[in-house]
C-alpha cells in the first residue's frame, strides 16, 4: 500500500478515536451527578479539528475530491464545540465545578458534537 494512503487511514484511525473521546464522556454523563470532566472531552474536539484538517489535506495530496462546503460546515462545528468546552473548562475554574453556566455549556458542546457526526454521514 502506497505510504500516502497509509498515512491517510492512520489519521482516518486518530480522527475515530478522537470522536470517541469528544463524544464518550459525553453520553457517560448527561445523567449527572458527579461534577463534570471536562478533559477527555477538551483533547477529542482539539483532535477532531487537527485530524480533519490532515485528512483534507491528504485527500488533497492523493487528488482526492473534497466537499468544500461539508468541510467548512464540519469545521464550524467542531470549532464552536472546542470553544464552548474550553469555556466550560474556564467558568469550571473560576467558579468552581459545581458552577451553573457548566451544563448548557456541556450539553450544547455534546449537541455539536453529536451534529457533526451527522453532517459527516448524511452528507455524502
Ligand atoms: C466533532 C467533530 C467531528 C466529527 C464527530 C467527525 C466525524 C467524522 C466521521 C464519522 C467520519 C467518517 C465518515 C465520512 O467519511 O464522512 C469523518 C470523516 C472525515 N472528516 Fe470528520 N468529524 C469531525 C470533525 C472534522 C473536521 C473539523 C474536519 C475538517 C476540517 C473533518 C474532516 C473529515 C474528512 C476529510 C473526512 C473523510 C476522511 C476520508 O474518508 O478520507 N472532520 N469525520
Redesign the pocket.
Known sequence: MPPLDIA?LAL?VA??I??AA??GPFLLQIRGGSPLRLRLMLIG?VV??V???A??A??RLQG?E?DELK?IL??G???A?LGLLIAAVIVQRRRGADAGAVRPLFFTAGG??LA??VV??VW?
Open positions: 491517510r482516518l480522527h475515530f478522537g470522536l469528544l463524544i474536539a477532531q479539528v485530524t480533519g484538517n485528512l483534507i491528504s485527500r482526492i473534497v468541510m464540519k469545521l462545528i467542531a470549532v464545540t455539536f458534537a457533526d457526526v459527516a454521514v455524502s
